[in-house]
């Protein structure tokens, strides 16, 4: 049988794997945005309008910041979640949890 706190281990833990790759997906949209800004210079043949390079710059920037947010709630949740098992591991082992009770 799986105890509690081993349940909260194990989500806790993919939670934090979730919150490394979360930056790593954002990562990849900020050079698929960016690649897409490089295209329009280079199908341009000249030096284009700042408003045409935009459109690829704002997928870069708007795929850092998705990729980031998703980072911190997933490393809020795994953490907070992992601190939940080590006090249930804790009181089932009848000693003190992480706040001294």
């Known amino acids: 049988m799986i105890s509690s706190h081993q349940t909260l281990r194990k989500f806790g833990n993919a939670f934090l794997l979730l919150a490394v790759l979360a930056p790593l997906v ?48 997933f490393a ?10 080590a006090a249930a591991e804790k009181r089932q082992k009848g000693t003190k949890d992480l706040r001294g009770t």
């Open 26 to 73: 954002g990562l990849a949209g900020t050079v698929w945005g960016m690649i897409r800004a490089f295209d329009q210079i280079a199908a341009s043949g000249q030096t284009p309008k700042p408003s045409v390079l935009a459109n690829g710059i704002s997928t870069s920037l708007l795929a850092t910041m998705i990729g980031l947010s998703f980072a911190a709630v």
């Open 76 to 85: 809020v949740l795994g953490i907070g979640l992992l601190i939940k098992a």
